[in-house]
């Protein structure tokens, strides 16, 4: 019934956090359109109506039909200048708020949430603050006009709700697994809101996020996502019932010769993907260096320039989301903007993408990291889309004046053999793929943003051609450069060969505790004196067997509350090992000698007052007697398959039945930057 | 270099294996269309012509009015005569090729795949033999009209092409690991080939398949499902363009009141899931006990049965693909099958339905597991359109007999409301997830077989119903009950709670080795005594002190070798640990202290020369010297993790630096089937 109550209860935590998510998600996306009108106009009839609303009532969607919407103003320049202003001040707003509330509501958060979930400790970075500055901010930055997407942030602020949420619940807040279960689920849900895409969103949190892949966590991951989107489509924000951000239907299908000009396309993905990491970190560096005390500078600075230069272009100007939709589109019917499919004004609009590309290039590498939530996402998207429409402007061009050459033999005349809308949608998931090394994702997404059924194979062989790239080039994805560049504990997916036993790496100048022998004193006076994060458990003989080991919290935890029963004293013996009865009384309790990690508060201190005594206080129920070991001569690869796979914080090294060593994350790290550097002092300060 | 060469050559593995795969499954649906279109005539244009090319040239799709396809009789029961003998003769020719030349053949193959995957070795099992009988015969037995699909046989068939193909490359016949990569990357192509859904596949090698899951395994699934999708789009088979089965356009929306009746759906697919693995069981257990020998007996019969039964029924009568196509599609426009779309047939319609659910129910139960090559996952698909459909036709009837009713309120007038074609859509994912209770896979498939962008939610609602039912209700996969119905050992993916230590599970009564002290005729007397799989090696003292663990097959190879190299003799002393200069050696030579299990031939040759002296013939090179340790007291849990996470094919145990155990999966499995049944004796014979 418990294990009923329990498994219940999961069920309404990930529901909970689910719903959350998608209401935040609804929030943000009406916020958004908000802004991002309000740079242009404003609605006479009530203030608080974005330009689709006011103008709800009329058919037409020629905006200059619509009455109640009025612009700024009816001059050019004062328009500019306006959109500029607003642009700044939304920049200026979100920046402030970011420095001065949420430290941590900066940037996409992305890479920090794949250390989480591995295992790193990272406080407040999914907290109450973080997650209500940056779902402010958030809406502010994007209709700034920054190069910048909100799919990142989006993760991270799910990330957040999911903390947030599963921290009031007992099971989840004491269980580091539970705990991770949920951040998963979250940022699959994350994802999906963004997108509106929920299978993405799972895989997503497979192929990105979750470091131990189970079952058990993709099906909660499809669950959260599942809610997610359910509670955002009820919400519908967008009020047209559709959750897809740009659904296509292409009539046409697609021709095997156009597999070459589709390889440019994944030639181009692996290349911006590179471009971007490589630059974007240096800009990174400059930025840590020189710009540290100017955050808020630098993002009105960006966002002023982004929004001088974009309102001169046609692909620019417009949000992000709304040139790709116009970029996809297949050219037939009236769906035509700015002469986009008009074939006189072909070459001037592959010049007008083009410039589009190139320039957004410049401001995502420079925007990227900067002191405001900002993703990668849909920038990346964004290039791609445009360089992809513009190689499809060309091949068009191509096709209609050598119609009879060779390669468009099998083009039936007088039918269009070029869809230049399906180029632009390869080009965003070659781009966006380059820059997160994501791929079964990629298409999914893709897939799911527009429907293009029959695009699957050539999305596929784009992103194929976009992997070889990248890995011929050996760019990493932009999250883990990340990760390498801000210093944090991570191992990365990719098995290294380091060709050296674990002897070599570990630690040998341990703080162990003799099984038996010290005072609750000893141990007081070794806990302010050190601040490793746990202890081995020797025998009190010098063979040094092991023992156990004893998380240095848990002891700091029994020894304050052992401090308030009054049978213990400074001078009280205490004791790491069970006796034979105490074996049996436990298995009767139903603890076993496994480790006390997971236990309630509740049973822990019962636990306790039977465990101490005026003779001895026994501390062998918080002990882990059977902590991870391995021989010294071990390679070292196989240790680190050890922490990937089985995700522990500590294995202890032990030769010949005696305590040699212990290895961490950090000792391996710190090894691999000695082996690369070649330098001889550790980067790392302090004990971890 | 060597490592580009070697990387290259995995791609080119993976390719050829991709192709070749793409190939088969070409030639395999080609032959499936003209066996079932030689049932019901012949073109008299030429017998190599089925029904569809034969009438190429004729527009109109009607049969009768193509005159160079003639049936084989204009009388109706001598038609009904001819169609049950063809399939009579179809399951006899398949059923006699499986029994006398490829047993291995029959059965959708997965569970064993499942198995092998994860490391169990069935010789034989996916060798040429059963690939070449498979592939010929599954086109037999579709054609034949059992209530069998090919989804699971074309898993097998693409393993089997896969190991043949990797065998014949070094890299990978000599290494397990990459071994398994293959097969779990041909698994992807298999079902990507069989349902035309490359992404569906790799999911479903992630999802049922792989025992570990790693990026790298997954980038091969996904490179293997595309290039066989591609080859088997380049090859068109079907000549439509399409990869797709039954690519489908829903114009309307959903409405937030059909949930209810998408959760009867969810709610079938658990039932149906429950019943078939129920009595599905129980029919193998008695076809285990009575039809042993009488296995071609029982497919003829079989198949009489359903072709007799099925002819008289619109739904059955057809192939089961075509079958669904037509139940998956919108009422609209010409697209009318047997009245099925006419409200004043929608009755009789109904009440065929509900037949074809009920029988085809009843024939997948009796057929499934039968001794030809047989898939369950289209049948359980058909029987899921057929539910789905009649549950649409009635919600449809009922919306029109009260269209003002509370629940149809956001129902427009005089534009239909429900289409019952999604309700087929949606009963066929909810069936299979049901039967194989996977989810994200069958979501994805759904969709890549019909591109129904707008039914991704209710999709997901559906099957997280069915699989609430389905926990609810206990049920464990098809694939997962057969494993364990044929006792192979197999550890699930969900963690099981043992509450024992190592200790109580583990084998105590080893077979040791001294680390020295015996030479080479005591090895050969120690190898030709016992079957064990490998030895421990322990300190020759008495104190047992593991110094490393040595496969039986390796040792048996090197001593094999040693005996043509004229310095060993019978009574050579061998050493099992290196000394100080071997180690310098070795290290230079760049084989390390670790195991050579995967040196090559060459390198391994050649270091035996350098390490059988006069002396002492020295076998430290073969010896693993850091196998995976853990202590007594470990719970089994957690080795249990060690077991499915790292791939250890055994587990020593180690209590304070002596030897005191060893622990297989099968001594996991052994103590469990103990536990279940409260016998005392093992259902295991012989040591593994």
């Given amino acids: ?101 949420a430290k941590y509501a900066a940037g996409s958060g992305i890479s920090e949430i794949k250390c989480i979930i591995a295992g790193f400790v990272m406080k407040g970075f999914l907290g109450f603050w973080t997650f209500f500055i940056k779902s402010i901010t958030l809406p502010l930055v994007i209709a700034s006009g920054l190069s910048v997407g909100k799919e990142g942030p989006s993760v991270h602020v799910a990330c957040c709700v999911g903390n947030i949420i599963a921290s009031m619940f007992k099971d989840f807040s004491r269980s580091q697994v ?38 058990k966590t993709m099906w909660r991951s499809f669950f959260c996502a599942l809610v997610a989107t359910v ?61 540290k005390n100017h955050a808020i500078a630098e993002a009105v600075a960006l966002a002023t320039i982004t929004a001088m230069i974009g309102w001169f272009n046609h692909f620019m100007r417009i949000d992000m989301t709304e040139s790709m939709a116009i970029l996809f589109r297949e050219c037939d019917g009236a769906s035509d903007y700015d002469h986009l499919c008009q074939t006189a004004y072909q070459w001037q609009m592959a010049n007008s993408l083009f410039l589009a590309t190139v320039v957004r290039l ?51 005349p007088d039918v269009p053999c070029i869809t230049p809308g399906t180029y632009a949608l390869l080009g965003a998931a070659a781009a966006l793929s380059g820059v997160m090394r994501l791929t079964v994702t990629v298409v999914v997404i893709m897939f799911e943003l527009t429907g293009a ?89 010098s063979k040094n067997i092991l023992m156990g080991f004893i998380d240095r919290t848990q002891l700091r935890y029994i020894l304050e509350k052992a401090q308030n029963l009054q049978d213990v004293r400074p001078d009280t013996p205490v004791s790491f090992a069970p006796n034979a009865e105490d074996l049996e009384e436990a298995e009767f309790a ?49 240790a680190m398959q050890l922490f990937k796979r089985m995700g522990p914080r500590i294995i202890l090294v032990e030769g010949q039945g005696a305590l040699v060593g212990l290895l961490t994350v950090k000792d391996v790290l710190r090894f691999t930057m000695l082996e690369q550097h070649q330098v001889q002092y550790s980067p790392w300060s302090g004990e971890d």
């Fill in 453 to 541: 059924l029959t695009y699957i194979l050539p999305t596929m062989i784009v992103l194929l051609v976009t992997k070889a790239v990248g890995d011929f080039l050996g760019t990493t994805g932009i999250a883990d450069e990340m990760i390498r560049f801000n210093g944090y504990p991570f191992l990365e997916k990719d098995d290294h060969a380091y060709n050296v036993p674990v002897s070599r790496v570990m630690r040998r100048d341990l703080k162990t505790l003799p099984v038996s022998g010290l005072t609750c004193k000893d141990l007081e006076e070794v806990l302010s004196r050190t601040n490793v994060k746990g202890f081995p458990i020797v025998s009190a003989d």
């Fill in 178 to 215: 539970k705990m991770r279960e949920i951040l998963t689920a979250s940022s699959a849900a994350g994802v999906a809101v963004a997108f509106g895409s929920p299978i993405g969103g799972v895989l997503f949190s497979i192929e990105e996020m979750s470091s131990v892949f189970s079952i």
């Fill in 231 to 291: 509670t955002l489509s009820a919400m519908n924000p967008y009020r047209s019932g559709k959750l897809v951000l740009f659904q296509v239907t292409y009539d046409r299908d697609w021709h095997f010769f156009e597999i070459m000009f589709f390889i440019i396309l994944g030639i181009f993905g692996g290349l911006y993907g590179a471009f971007i990491v490589k630059f974007n970190l240096q800009v990174a560096a400059l930025r840590k260096r020189y710009l």
């Fill in 362 to 412: 410049g401001l995502v590498v420079i925007s990227y990291g900067c002191k405001v939530p900002a993703g990668i996402f849909v920038p990346s998207m964004a290039i791609g889309a445009t360089f992809g429409r513009m190689v499809g402007i060309m091949v068009k061009a191509v096709n209609r004046a050598y119609p009879n050459s060779g390669i468009f033999a099998v083009c039936q």
């Fill in 1 to 101: 019934l418990q294990t009923l109550a329990h498994a219940g209860q999961s069920w309404f935590v990930v529901s909970l956090v689910g719903i959350a998510i998608g209401v935040n998600a609804a929030v943000i996306s009406i916020a958004t359109e908000w802004l991002s009108d309000i740079k242009m106009g404003y609605c006479s009839d009530g203030w608080w109506l974005n330009q689709q609303f006011c103008c709800w009532e009329i058919e037409g969607t020629d905006e200059d039909t619509c009455e109640a919407w009025h612009q700024w103003s009816e001059v050019m320049p004062a328009r500019w200048a306006i959109y500029v202003l607003f642009a700044a001040a939304f920049s200026f707003i979100a920046a402030h708020l970011v420095k001065s509330l």
């Fill in 590 to 638: 139903g603890v076993a000698a496994a480790p006390a990690v997971g236990l309630d508060e509740e049973t822990s201190l019962g636990l306790m007052e039977s465990t101490a005594t005026q003779d001895v206080l026994k501390l062998w129920p918080w002990v882990n007697q059977t902590p991870l070991t391995v021989s010294p001569q071990l390679p070292l690869e196989i």
